[in-house]
């Protein structure tokens, strides 16, 4: 079936490091890729998006492109910042498949000043 | 208001009472959906509704049960409460392109079996 593996965490930084997380995903159809961002006592909420491959979904500084080669999604972004501390989870929903989100476990990030 | 509102916030109840969980959105969205969140677990899917006549198991469904009373609201209730089932659970919603634009999440009930 359809599965989102991504890096396990926690990951701590320093304010204006670079950030990248990982996350592969295995799907029988033709998915798209989300990756969402939970902050402390919040639902989760869309961060970006790619629909097919190659695509790269971007927002707030964060980055993904959808490697099909790869069948990776992985989260990047340049500079972070203490707000960006929050647990992120990468995502998938397979059009030729089950057509439901499935979930990685989620990546707790923790900014440091 | 919020795009997706759950009641209670938060909740402590014993173990083996029936509890009601509700979710109402003003989206418009047809599908709704039930997560459980638990610490290294990421999100389970525990219920999801297509329309309102249309009720399928997620892949965690046994203990409790759902009912969309309306195309706005969604409601998940375990009958007898048992303390595994502490967790933290999310509604969600989604259009038909849910699979191009992704999901809106409410902002969660905190429950807590004792």
């Known amino acids: 079936g359809d599965s989102v593996t991504q890096m396990e965490g926690p990951v701590t930084l320093s304010e204006e490091a670079f950030l990248t997380i990982n996350c592969t995903y295995t799907?029988?159809?033709?998915?798209?890729l989300f990756w969402y961002v939970q902050y402390p006592g919040e639902g989760l909420q869309l961060l970006l998006k790619?629909?097919?491959?190659?695509d790269k979904g971007s927002n707030k500084g964060f980055e993904a492109t959808y490697r099909k080669e790869t069948t990776s999604f992985h989260l990047e972004k340049g500079s972070v910042q203490v707000s960006d501390s929050a647990v992120y989870f990468c995502?998938?929903?397979?059009?030729?498949?089950?057509?439901?989100?499935?979930f990685g476990k989620g990546t707790k990030l923790t900014v440091n000043p | 208001d919020a795009d997706v509102t759950q009641t209670p916030r938060n909740r402590i109840t014993k173990t083996g009472k029936r509890i009601m969980l509700e979710c109402s959105q003003t989206?418009?969205?047809?599908?709704m959906y039930w997560y459980r969140q638990d610490p290294g677990l990421g999100l389970r899917l525990i219920y999801y509704?297509?329309?309102?006549?249309?009720?399928n198991k997620g892949e965690i469904s046994d203990g409790y049960s759902v009912s969309r009373q309306a195309q706005a609201k969604f409601s998940l209730s375990l009958e007898s409460a048992i303390p595994n089932q502490t967790a933290l659970y999310f509604c969600?919603?989604?259009?038909?392109?849910?699979?191009?634009?992704?999901?809106?999440f409410g902002s969660g009930t905190r429950l807590t079996v004792v």
């Open positions: 969600a919603t989604s259009g038909l392109q849910g699979d191009y634009d992704g999901y809106t």
């Open positions: 799907a029988t159809g033709y998915p798209s």
């Open positions: 790619a629909t097919k491959a190659d």
């Open positions: 995502a998938l929903s397979d059009k030729g498949g089950s057509e439901k989100l499935v």
């Open positions: 989206k418009g969205h047809d599908r």
């Open positions: 509704s297509f329309d309102v006549k249309d009720i």
